[in-house]
């Protein structure tokens, strides 16, 4: 599996493609529309997701580990599942939409 770029995650996301299973690892995908993005079981540790949008989003088994979520619209369809943020940066209140 090779290393993505953020703009060919962006680009993927745009295009409907899954993320499925993909490291994004310290990637930065601040202020990224993520809108409707298949990220199931995605790692996402260490990224930062500042202010992305991640509404629609399905981020069931994805691991956030020290990510950065502060000011990121979680939008009102995001599916959880399994998500588990309490290892994750977050800001109370900097979070809208849950």
């Known amino acids: 599996m090779t290393e993505l770029t953020r703009d060919e995650v962006i680009a993927r996301v745009k295009d409907g493609e899954s993320l499925e299973g993909e490291d994004l690892s310290g990637l930065d995908?601040?202020?990224?529309?993520l809108s409707g993005a298949d990220l199931r079981g995605t790692k996402?540790?260490?990224?930062?997701?500042?202010?992305?949008?991640?509404?629609?989003a399905n981020l069931r088994g994805t691991k956030l580990t020290g990510a950065n979520l502060g000011e990121?619209?979680?939008?009102?369809?995001?599916?959880?599942?399994?998500?588990?943020?309490?290892?994750?940066r977050m800001d109370p209140g900097s979070c809208t939409s849950i």
């Open 44 to 56: 996402l540790s260490g990224a930062d997701l500042t202010g992305a949008y991640l509404g629609q």
């Open 72 to 88: 990121t619209d979680l939008g009102g369809g995001l599916s959880l599942g399994s998500l588990s943020p309490s290892s994750a």
């Open 29 to 33: 995908l601040r202020r990224a529309n």
